[in-house]
Protein backbone atom coordinates (compact mmCIF):
# COMPACT_ATOMS: atom_id res chain seq x y z
CA UNK A 1 0.00 0.00 0.00
CA UNK A 2 1.21 3.70 -1.16
CA UNK A 3 1.51 5.52 2.50
CA UNK A 4 0.44 9.31 1.08
CA UNK A 5 2.09 12.43 3.33
CA UNK A 6 -0.34 15.51 4.19
CA UNK A 7 1.91 18.68 4.70
CA UNK A 8 1.45 22.35 4.25
CA UNK A 9 3.63 23.87 1.53
CA UNK A 10 6.13 26.58 3.08
CA UNK A 11 8.27 28.94 1.31
CA UNK A 12 11.84 29.14 2.04
CA UNK A 13 11.96 30.76 5.01
CA UNK A 14 9.21 27.58 6.47
CA UNK A 15 6.75 29.91 6.68
CA UNK A 16 3.44 28.60 5.46
CA UNK A 17 1.80 29.74 2.27
CA UNK A 18 -1.26 31.72 2.06
CA UNK A 19 -3.73 30.89 1.13
CA UNK A 20 -3.42 27.73 3.03
CA UNK A 21 -2.35 24.55 0.27
CA UNK A 22 -1.73 21.70 0.88
CA UNK A 23 0.82 19.54 -1.10
CA UNK A 24 -1.37 17.01 -1.78
CA UNK A 25 -2.99 19.35 -3.64
CA UNK A 26 0.29 19.37 -6.13
CA UNK A 27 1.17 16.78 -8.73
CA UNK A 28 3.96 14.85 -7.86
CA UNK A 29 4.63 17.16 -5.38
CA UNK A 30 6.09 14.25 -2.72
CA UNK A 31 8.06 12.90 -5.36
CA UNK A 32 9.61 16.53 -6.64
CA UNK A 33 10.12 18.63 -3.97
CA UNK A 34 12.34 18.43 -0.94
CA UNK A 35 10.02 18.42 1.85
CA UNK A 36 10.38 18.92 5.86
CA UNK A 37 8.85 15.37 6.70
CA UNK A 38 8.09 11.85 4.81
CA UNK A 39 10.79 9.27 3.58
CA UNK A 40 12.24 11.08 0.41
CA UNK A 41 15.59 9.05 -1.21
CA UNK A 42 15.06 9.14 -4.07
CA UNK A 43 14.73 12.94 -5.57
CA UNK A 44 16.76 13.68 -8.64
CA UNK A 45 18.19 16.53 -9.45
CA UNK A 46 20.41 19.11 -8.12
CA UNK A 47 19.89 20.53 -4.90
CA UNK A 48 21.29 23.84 -3.91
CA UNK A 49 21.71 24.97 -0.57
CA UNK A 50 21.93 28.19 0.97
CA UNK A 51 23.70 27.06 4.52
CA UNK A 52 25.80 24.62 5.46
CA UNK A 53 24.67 20.53 5.47
CA UNK A 54 24.57 19.39 8.91
CA UNK A 55 24.25 15.65 10.60
CA UNK A 56 23.49 16.06 13.92
CA UNK A 57 24.79 19.49 14.32
CA UNK A 58 27.59 19.25 12.84
CA UNK A 59 29.17 20.41 9.03
CA UNK A 60 29.42 17.02 6.58
CA UNK A 61 31.24 19.52 3.99
CA UNK A 62 34.14 21.74 4.20
CA UNK A 63 33.97 24.47 1.58
CA UNK A 64 35.17 27.82 0.28
CA UNK A 65 35.42 30.11 3.42
CA UNK A 66 34.85 26.86 5.94
CA UNK A 67 38.76 26.33 5.12
CA UNK A 68 39.72 29.48 6.55
CA UNK A 69 38.55 27.95 9.80
CA UNK A 70 42.18 26.14 10.27
CA UNK A 71 43.43 26.57 13.68
CA UNK A 72 47.21 26.66 15.26
CA UNK A 73 48.28 23.70 16.54
CA UNK A 74 47.88 23.38 19.81
CA UNK A 75 50.04 24.59 22.51
CA UNK A 76 52.88 24.90 19.64
CA UNK A 77 53.64 20.96 19.89
CA UNK A 78 52.68 18.87 16.92
CA UNK A 79 52.29 15.85 19.75
CA UNK A 80 49.67 17.92 21.39
CA UNK A 81 46.77 17.71 18.95
CA UNK A 82 44.29 15.02 19.86
CA UNK A 83 41.16 16.29 18.58
CA UNK A 84 40.26 16.03 14.51
CA UNK A 85 40.35 18.95 12.36
CA UNK A 86 42.35 21.56 10.01
CA UNK A 87 45.12 23.16 11.32
CA UNK A 88 48.22 25.34 9.81
CA UNK A 89 51.61 25.24 11.28
CA UNK A 90 54.65 27.81 10.60
CA UNK A 91 57.56 25.72 11.16
CA UNK A 92 58.32 26.98 14.47
CA UNK A 93 56.45 24.09 16.20
CA UNK A 94 58.05 21.13 18.54
CA UNK A 95 57.53 17.62 16.78
CA UNK A 96 57.11 18.51 13.62
CA UNK A 97 58.35 15.87 10.97
CA UNK A 98 60.70 16.80 8.99
CA UNK A 99 60.11 18.05 5.89
CA UNK A 100 61.75 19.99 2.47
CA UNK A 101 62.01 23.55 3.13
CA UNK A 102 59.12 24.69 0.86
CA UNK A 103 57.10 22.29 3.09
CA UNK A 104 58.05 23.74 6.73
CA UNK A 105 54.86 26.07 6.37
CA UNK A 106 51.68 24.67 5.38
CA UNK A 107 48.36 23.26 6.75
CA UNK A 108 47.15 19.45 8.30
CA UNK A 109 44.21 17.50 8.48
CA UNK A 110 43.67 15.36 11.88
CA UNK A 111 41.86 12.43 12.76
CA UNK A 112 41.26 10.55 16.00
CA UNK A 113 39.36 8.62 17.45
CA UNK A 114 37.31 9.70 20.95
CA UNK A 115 39.73 8.70 23.28
CA UNK A 116 42.37 10.51 21.57
CA UNK A 117 45.08 7.51 22.06
CA UNK A 118 44.56 6.66 17.93
CA UNK A 119 45.27 9.37 14.98
CA UNK A 120 46.86 10.76 12.66
CA UNK A 121 48.18 13.74 11.13
CA UNK A 122 48.29 14.23 7.41
CA UNK A 123 51.09 17.17 6.47
CA UNK A 124 48.94 18.21 3.21
CA UNK A 125 52.06 19.51 1.44
CA UNK A 126 54.54 16.92 1.88
CA UNK A 127 52.14 14.03 2.32
CA UNK A 128 54.25 13.49 5.60
CA UNK A 129 51.92 12.02 8.05
CA UNK A 130 52.39 10.70 11.47
CA UNK A 131 50.66 8.07 13.54
CA UNK A 132 49.25 8.18 17.23
CA UNK A 133 48.94 4.31 18.76
CA UNK A 134 48.19 2.74 21.72
CA UNK A 135 48.67 6.59 22.68
CA UNK A 136 52.30 6.74 21.58
CA UNK A 137 53.81 8.91 18.47
CA UNK A 138 55.22 6.44 15.62
CA UNK A 139 57.97 7.63 13.41
CA UNK A 140 56.78 9.84 10.66
CA UNK A 141 56.49 8.56 7.28
CA UNK A 142 56.19 9.71 3.60
CA UNK A 143 56.99 8.52 -0.10
CA UNK A 144 58.54 12.15 -1.16
CA UNK A 145 62.79 12.32 -0.02
CA UNK A 146 63.61 14.60 2.05
CA UNK A 147 66.58 16.94 1.55
CA UNK A 148 69.07 16.61 4.14
CA UNK A 149 71.73 18.71 2.27
CA UNK A 150 72.79 20.07 -0.92
CA UNK A 151 76.12 21.71 -2.35
CA UNK A 152 79.48 20.50 -3.74
CA UNK A 153 81.48 18.37 -1.37
CA UNK A 154 84.81 16.43 -2.33
CA UNK A 155 87.67 14.40 -0.27
CA UNK A 156 88.07 15.62 2.88
CA UNK A 157 84.68 17.90 3.28
CA UNK A 158 82.30 17.13 6.39
CA UNK A 159 79.23 17.98 5.43
CA UNK A 160 76.07 19.38 8.47
CA UNK A 161 72.66 17.48 7.36
CA UNK A 162 69.08 19.07 8.45
CA UNK A 163 68.10 15.86 10.14
CA UNK A 164 69.81 12.97 11.63
CA UNK A 165 70.00 9.88 9.56
CA UNK A 166 69.02 7.96 12.58
CA UNK A 167 65.44 8.90 11.87
CA UNK A 168 65.42 7.79 7.85
CA UNK A 169 64.91 3.73 6.39
CA UNK A 170 67.03 5.40 3.51
CA UNK A 171 69.27 7.23 1.93
CA UNK A 172 69.85 8.51 -1.67
CA UNK A 173 73.52 10.17 -2.41
CA UNK A 174 73.63 12.59 -5.64
CA UNK A 175 76.86 12.08 -7.19
CA UNK A 176 78.77 13.69 -10.08
CA UNK A 177 81.92 12.31 -11.57
CA UNK A 178 83.67 12.04 -14.66
CA UNK A 179 81.25 8.81 -15.12
CA UNK A 180 78.51 11.33 -15.37
CA UNK A 181 75.42 12.04 -12.40
CA UNK A 182 74.26 9.21 -10.83
CA UNK A 183 71.77 9.18 -7.55
CA UNK A 184 72.66 5.99 -5.36
CA UNK A 185 70.68 4.26 -2.66
CA UNK A 186 71.82 2.54 0.65
CA UNK A 187 70.17 1.64 4.08
CA UNK A 188 70.13 4.78 6.70
CA UNK A 189 70.98 1.75 9.25
CA UNK A 190 73.93 -0.53 7.67
CA UNK A 191 76.62 1.18 10.13
CA UNK A 192 78.03 4.56 10.50
CA UNK A 193 80.80 3.95 7.47
CA UNK A 194 78.98 3.33 3.73
CA UNK A 195 80.43 2.94 0.44
CA UNK A 196 79.02 4.27 -2.32
CA UNK A 197 79.79 3.47 -5.62
CA UNK A 198 79.25 4.18 -9.02
CA UNK A 199 80.06 1.71 -11.88
CA UNK A 200 80.27 2.69 -15.50
CA UNK A 201 81.94 1.97 -18.97
CA UNK A 202 84.71 2.61 -20.87
CA UNK A 203 84.01 4.32 -24.62
CA UNK A 204 84.14 1.79 -26.14
CA UNK A 205 82.20 -0.47 -23.95
CA UNK A 206 84.53 -3.58 -23.32
CA UNK A 207 85.87 -2.19 -19.93
CA UNK A 208 84.01 -1.63 -16.62
CA UNK A 209 85.34 1.37 -14.38
CA UNK A 210 83.94 2.67 -10.99
CA UNK A 211 84.23 5.09 -7.98
CA UNK A 212 83.82 4.37 -4.39
CA UNK A 213 82.77 7.06 -1.76
CA UNK A 214 83.80 6.14 1.45
CA UNK A 215 81.49 8.45 3.95
CA UNK A 216 82.14 8.24 7.50
CA UNK A 217 78.81 9.61 9.66
CA UNK A 218 79.26 11.10 13.09
CA UNK A 219 77.85 9.38 16.47
CA UNK A 220 74.71 11.14 16.35
CA UNK A 221 74.33 10.85 12.58
CA UNK A 222 74.17 14.51 11.51
CA UNK A 223 77.24 15.00 9.98
CA UNK A 224 79.11 13.27 7.19
CA UNK A 225 82.62 13.40 6.08
CA UNK A 226 84.41 12.30 2.64
CA UNK A 227 87.19 9.99 3.57
CA UNK A 228 88.02 8.54 0.53
CA UNK A 229 87.09 8.28 -3.26
CA UNK A 230 89.08 6.36 -5.73
CA UNK A 231 88.72 5.91 -9.14
CA UNK A 232 89.12 1.92 -9.89
CA UNK A 233 89.57 1.64 -13.97
CA UNK A 234 90.23 -1.49 -15.64
CA UNK A 235 92.53 -2.41 -16.59
CA UNK A 236 94.85 -0.45 -14.34
CA UNK A 237 95.45 1.16 -10.75
CA UNK A 238 93.24 2.85 -8.20
CA UNK A 239 93.94 6.49 -7.91
CA UNK A 240 92.43 9.09 -5.10
CA UNK A 241 90.33 11.90 -6.78
CA UNK A 242 90.32 15.08 -4.79
CA UNK A 243 87.28 16.87 -7.49
CA UNK A 244 84.23 17.91 -5.79
CA UNK A 245 82.26 14.22 -5.87
CA UNK A 246 78.92 14.83 -3.84
CA UNK A 247 75.78 17.48 -4.80
CA UNK A 248 72.96 16.77 -2.53
CA UNK A 249 71.91 13.81 0.27
CA UNK A 250 68.28 12.80 0.60
CA UNK A 251 66.53 10.39 3.24
CA UNK A 252 63.83 8.35 2.69
CA UNK A 253 61.02 7.03 5.28
CA UNK A 254 59.64 3.36 4.62
Do not use: C
Not at 237 to 246: K, Y
Amino acid sequence: MTQEYFDQLVDKDGNPTNPYTLTQAIKDATDKLVMTSGNQMAIGGTKNFTDQLTVNGRNVLLTGDAFKDAVPIPGNDAYQINESGLYHYDGTEKNLPIMNGEYTNGFAIAVFTADDNYGIILFIGSLTYIEKYQGQWRTPHSDMPVKLWAGSAKLGDTVNLKSSVNEFDDLQFFVNTVLGQTRLRTSAINGKTRYVTQVGQTHDGKNTRSLELTIDQSDDGNSMTISQVLFNPSPGNSTQVTDAVLDRIEGIRG
